[in-house]
């Protein structure tokens, strides 16, 4: 077990903390800015102190990032695999996930966005006889947020003074209880407490061989292999879970031994591509297993017949979750249709690249106890949809597709064979179809097939390869702003990519900008004028690419009412005739400005920016980050009129 303490006190700019491997690592924090964390692997990494700043955490793997006791402003979590994350924003968290991790959080949730089968759960802290307390401006007693930074600042301090009281009066590490040694353990590999703790003394073998722990194996590190094989052997009745990242030690793990009944608390396998004759057999003996929940299957070899492995698994009753990811060209044929109504008890569901709409409208008849389904394919076919019966699936009620190759047509009709009550869809696709982007159609479709929809969200990417002027969308502008969009709180968002445009529908979330509304606003004036442009891909050589192409096919779809440039040091002579081409333009959000030439810069073009006059009618103005003296940039920004200014 390799653990490192790092203490980083008081530096003023961005901090960037990046982390992989399969070591521990405690970093104390006295931060007055922003931080930017990253970790991989299967190595954990665990934060304290305070960061006065936003965080932006991105966790992928099977690692552990613990960052519940260093609150931070807003945190911005981004997680892949099946890793887990404890974070705390006192003025909210953001979070972003695919894959089957688990992210636990403390603040107000601000969005989600989950394209997989993780799940993300509240903290719930210990209870205390403390109020917080409340703003006396408010007749309905609701926290003010200065008062509610100050009274969560204060219980963290408490806490960390009960911590220190506590570990003071232990003078060896055997004074702390088993308690506590279980809650350790549980943030570490198997193969590192074995190695770190068996050989200590009697107790921590009596530890180690305790029913109260349970092992969280992991095949990645030829050095741990013979105490695996150790653990396999004599503690298998304490395996919890078992994962192998690299398929040639899944040979060696395949050939070692065998499941049988024994290994009792095993819950979760991840298992990569071996050879066939060696995977078949193996997964044959998963039948045995009393208490296995969660199966993940990464066949990346296309070595192994899909059908043969769908065989096996759709017979195994107590599975509960399952991910199968294969290569684009291993495709599913020949699944037979349920004739036999065979059921199991699968209640999630994630296939990605092998699955026609045809093979999951057939798989999903396996599953009637289905809650949560993701499926991925970037090459979808589909043929003779419409000769498959409707599938009933009475528990659905989150459906993530992302697909190419489809048209809406298809799409359509997909989701008509499908009887249940979905409450959550989460589509992306990419088709030269600009039905996609038709209101109505959607309305439709909403209203007759998806009549429990709570959640929308819509991701519709068009590319700017050739042919892409073709791609204009002809229909009648600003439909997802009438009635039926606006009574659901779906709003439209409109996003310049790199190499295309990414059109999107989804619930609406309270922008900066509003902030400062007076609370007896009313909602739906607001909703009407939400649409937003955000430009994550911009040159300042290109601006006319940016107006011509980005702006038109935009403003074809709905009128433009907040602007996002999220690139750093935008030149700002190209502001102007961006702002100018957006006549309803009401808020813009820069990352930061510059003020000198751009590299290549056509001078004729320099000259032509700042003799044109300004026509925008924007009221609020937000720069996240200032480079330049604050009033030589308010000095240019105040050029248009009636400007509320908000730096951070």
């Known amino acids: 077990m390799r653990s490192t303490n790092v203490v980083v006190s008081n530096p003023s700019s961005l901090l960037n903390v990046a982390h992989s491997g399969t070591g521990t690592v405690i970093l ?48 911005t979590v981004e997680m892949s695999g099946t890793g887990l994350a404890r974070v705390y924003g006192i003025e909210g968290v953001h979070v972003t996930m695919s894959g089957v991790g688990t992210i636990c959080y403390r603040g107000p949730l601000l969005s989600q966005v989950i394209n997989g089968l ?26 003010s947020k200065s008062d509610m930074k100050q009274f969560n600042n204060e219980k963290i301090k408490k806490l960390e003074c009960k911590f220190k009281q506590q570990t003071l009066s232990k003078t060896t590490i055997e004074d702390f209880s088993n308690e506590l040694f279980f809650q350790i353990f549980d943030y570490l590999d198997g193969c590192e407490i074995y190695y770190g703790f068996m050989d200590l003394n009697k107790r921590f073998q009596q530890l180690l061989n305790s029913s109260l722990l349970l092992f969280k194996i992991n095949f990645d590190n030829k050095f741990f292999m013979n105490i695996c094989k150790q653990i396999m052997t004599l503690n298998k009745h304490q395996i919890f879970s078992i994962n192998s990242c690299k398929p040639l030690s899944m040979n060696r793990f395949f050939s070692s031994f065998s499941f049988d009944s024994s290994f009792k608390q095993l819950e979760s396998l991840v298992l990569y591509e071996s050879q066939s004759n060696i995977l078949i057999p193996f997964l044959n003996n998963l039948s045995y297993l009393p208490r296995l929940f969660s199966l993940t299957l990464y066949l990346l070899e296309g070595l192994t017949n899909l059908v043969d492995i769908y065989k096996i698994i759709l017979k195994l009753s107590m599975l509960k979750y399952l991910v199968i990811i294969t290569k684009d060209s291993n495709l599913l044929n020949s699944l037979s249709i349920n004739i036999d109504q065979q059921f199991n008890n699968i209640t999630h569901l994630y296939i990605k690249n092998h699955c026609s709409f045809n093979d999951i409208l057939i798989l999903m008849s396996y599953t009637p106890q289905l809650h949560h389904i993701c499926y991925s394919n970037m090459n979808c076919i589909a043929t003779n949809i419409k000769n498959i019966s409707p599938i009933k699936l009475s528990k659905l009620k989150r459906f993530f597709l992302c697909i190419n190759g489809i048209k809406f047509d298809t799409f359509e009709i997909f989701l008509s064979k499908i009887d249940s009550k979905i409450e959550i869809l989460s589509f992306t696709t990419r088709y030269e179809d600009m039905t996609y982007l038709d209101a109505n159609r959607w ?16 991701n519709y990417y068009v590319s700017f390869q050739n042919g892409f002027e073709n791609r204009l969308y002809h229909g009648k502008s600003n439909q997802f702003s009438s009635s039926f969009w606006i009574e659901r709180k779906w709003i439209c968002e409109i996003r310049k990519e790199y190499g295309g445009i990414m059109y999107l529908i989804h619930p609406y979330k309270t922008r900066w900008d509003e902030l400062i509304l007076d609370e007896t606003v009313n909602f739906s004036p607001v909703m009407t004028k939400s649409t937003q442009l955000i430009l994550n891909d911009i040159c300042a050589k290109q601006w006319r690419n940016i107006i011509h192409v980005t702006i038109r096919h935009a403003l074809a779809l709905a009128e433009i009412y907040h602007l996002t440039i999220s690139v750093e040091k935008v030149f700002f002579g190209i502001l102007i005739p961006i702002l100018n081409s957006l006549p309803k333009l009401c808020s813009l959000k820069l990352h930061s400005l510059s003020f000198g030439d751009p590299e290549g810069m056509n001078p004729k073009d320099n000259k032509f920016f700042f003799s044109m006059k300004p026509k925008s009618k924007i009221t609020k103005v937000y720069l996240e980050r200032m480079d330049t003296d604050v009033d030589c940039i308010k000095g240019k920004i105040n050029e248009v009129p009636s400007q509320q200014i908000c730096f951070e």
């Open 118 to 143: 993780g799940s993300i759960r509240e903290c719930i802290l210990e209870q205390t006889s403390e109020k917080p307390p409340y703003s006396s401006s408010q007749n309905n007693m609701e926290f």
């Open 443 to 458: 309305q439709s479709l909403i209203l007759n097939k998806l009549s429990y929809l709570k959640i929308f969200d819509l």
């Open 28 to 75: 104390e924090l006295q931060h007055d800015s922003n931080i930017n964390v990253a970790i991989s692997g299967t190595g954990q990494l665990i934060l304290s102190g305070r960061v006065r700043g936003n965080g932006r955490l991105s966790i992928s793997g099977t690692a552990h990032l613990d960052a519940l006791t260093c609150p931070m402003k807003i945190v």
